[in-house]
């Protein structure tokens, strides 16, 4: 059996190709540069590859939703996008599709649908995402994360099977140490793999009265939202002396040491991707959310209040996210007590397994 997978969510995927290796046969089509018109190299092409993996880069346009000088440009891509992938599918010979969303699913299932291979969708989302919601209706299965998705989709070819963790936040690393020589309570921080400017900024204004009460570890990633920010060199010279003994702060966090940051932190500051939300509750941290202010439909915003209505969480909203306001929510869930969340019933821990067993049952029926 050979599976096509498709970028987009990317942990998602990487969860549900840790449990396909050895089962079937993977291909990977996604975007080998990180942006358009961006010669760096995408991180899902890094880990890919580095996993052994063929990886195909697609190059095709996307559906936007608001009408710019880019939008015609961007369809007329789209043809050439499900030519590229109808060739990429008859040469590797594909039994089956296996998308997780964005708009690289969209020409790469309607090839499919085109040489009569079986699709299943993943929706990592509380919603549903435009890819998947337009892709629907030729899929042959559709794997959701929460019960809210239902409504979006087809019932009779729906299934609620969890949003896939990866092994490395289910099994975290045991054999790492903290980088702090005191025991006082510790503050993650993360923006995500691209870092989020706003949130180093914010906390750049706020790190010298958090440090007289916590340990930190901050990662800041690129940042490079809008502009080639310095975020990192700024930060780390910041402080010396006692203080700076507790402060650590990196650039990135390798994907297989994530899960022993998150498991050491007492409380968690970050933006409220779909993936982050259910690594917290995973973890049940406590939490404050800054999401980011223009996702697609608020669907950040949406997040982050599922984790706070779940789960011990404030959300703070980036334009009312100031140094007062920040320290007024850590205060807040510094003196709640942790409770227990219901995470296997939430989460559905080994929602990997049941996306991979679909994607087989798929095959079978298909032949």
């Given at each position: 059996m050979?599976?096509?997978?498709i970028?987009?969510h990317?942990?998602?995927?990487?969860a549900?190709?840790e449990?396909?290796q050895?089962?079937?046969d993977?291909v990977?089509?996604?975007?080998?540069?990180?942006?358009e018109?961006d010669k760096?190299?995408?991180?899902?092409?890094?880990?890919i590859?580095g996993?052994?993996?063929?990886?195909?880069?697609?190059?095709?346009?996307r559906l936007q939703?608001?009408?710019t000088?880019?939008?015609i440009?961007?369809?007329?891509?789209l043809?050439y996008?499900?030519?590229q992938?109808?060739?990429?599918?008859?040469?590797?010979?594909?039994?089956?599709v296996?998308?997780?969303?964005s708009?690289l699913?969209?020409?790469?299932?309607?090839?499919?649908?085109l040489l009569?291979i079986?699709?299943v969708?993943?929706e990592?989302?509380?919603?549903?995402g435009?890819?998947?919601?337009?892709i629907?209706?030729?899929?042959s299965?559709i794997?959701?994360s929460?019960?809210?998705?239902?409504?979006?989709?087809p019932?009779?070819?729906t299934?609620?099977?969890?949003?896939?963790?990866?092994?490395a936040?289910?099994?975290?690393?045991t054999?790492?140490?903290?980088?702090?020589?005191?025991?006082?309570?510790?503050?993650?921080?993360?923006?995500g793999?691209?870092?989020s400017?706003?949130?180093?900024?914010?906390?750049?204004?706020?790190l010298?009265?958090?440090?007289?009460?916590y340990?930190v570890i901050h990662?800041?990633?690129d940042?490079?939202e809008f502009?080639d920010?310095?975020?990192?060199?700024?930060l780390?010279d910041?402080?010396?002396?006692e203080?700076?003994k507790r402060?650590?702060v990196?650039?990135?966090i390798?994907?297989?040491e994530i899960?022993?940051?998150?498991?050491?932190?007492?409380?968690?500051i970050?933006?409220?991707?779909i993936?982050?939300?259910?690594?917290?509750?995973y973890?049940?941290k406590?939490?404050?959310?800054?999401?980011?202010?223009?996702?697609?439909?608020?669907?950040?915003?949406?997040?982050?209040r599922y984790?706070a209505?779940k789960?011990?969480g404030?959300?703070?909203?980036?334009h009312?996210?100031?140094?007062s306001?920040?320290?007024?929510?850590?205060?807040?869930?510094s003196?709640l007590?942790?409770?227990e969340?219901?995470?296997q019933?939430?989460?559905?821990?080994?929602?990997?397994?049941?996306?991979?067993?679909?994607?087989?049952?798929?095959?079978?029926?298909q032949?």
């Amino acid at each position: 059996m050979k599976v096509a997978l498709i970028g987009g969510h990317f942990t998602p995927a990487l969860a549900v190709i840790e449990k396909l290796q050895g089962k079937a046969d993977i291909v990977f089509i996604g975007r080998k540069n990180a942006l358009e018109g961006d010669k760096t190299v995408s991180l899902e092409h890094t880990t890919i590859t580095g996993l052994g993996i063929p990886f195909l880069s697609l190059t095709t346009g996307r559906l936007q939703r608001r009408f710019t000088k880019h939008t015609i440009p961007s369809l007329l891509k789209l043809p050439y996008g499900v030519s590229q992938a109808l060739r990429m599918l008859h040469k590797e010979k594909v039994d089956v599709v296996l998308g997780f969303g964005s708009y690289l699913s969209v020409p790469v299932c309607f090839a499919a649908k085109l040489l009569g291979i079986p699709i299943v969708i993943h929706e990592q989302t509380l919603e549903a995402g435009a890819a998947n919601h337009t892709i629907a209706k030729i899929a042959s299965k559709i794997c959701i994360s929460f019960e809210t998705s239902l409504k979006y989709f087809p019932k009779e070819k729906t299934i609620v099977t969890g949003n896939p963790i990866r092994d490395a936040i289910l099994h975290p690393q045991t054999n790492m140490k903290l980088p702090f020589s005191d025991s006082l309570p510790i503050v993650f921080i993360t923006g995500g793999s691209s870092g989020s400017h706003a949130i180093n900024v914010l906390i750049k204004e706020s790190l010298s009265l958090l440090l007289q009460k916590y340990n930190v570890i901050h990662q800041t990633g690129d940042a490079k939202e809008f502009h080639d920010f310095s975020d990192l060199e700024q930060l780390r010279d910041s402080f010396s002396g006692e203080k700076k003994k507790r402060y650590w702060v990196t650039k990135f966090i390798a994907p297989h040491e994530i899960g022993f940051y998150f498991s050491k932190a007492d409380i968690c500051i970050s933006r409220s991707g779909i993936n982050t939300i259910t690594e917290l509750l995973y973890f049940e941290k406590r939490a404050i959310l800054i999401p980011l202010p223009y996702s697609s439909k608020q669907e950040q915003l949406k997040n982050a209040r599922y984790l706070a209505h779940k789960f011990d969480g404030i959300v703070l909203e980036q334009h009312l996210a100031t140094r007062s306001t920040l320290l007024d929510a850590l205060k807040t869930l510094s003196k709640l007590k942790v409770h227990e969340s219901n995470k296997q019933k939430e989460l559905h821990l080994h929602a990997a397994e049941h996306i991979t067993d679909v994607v087989i049952e798929v095959v079978k029926r298909q032949k």
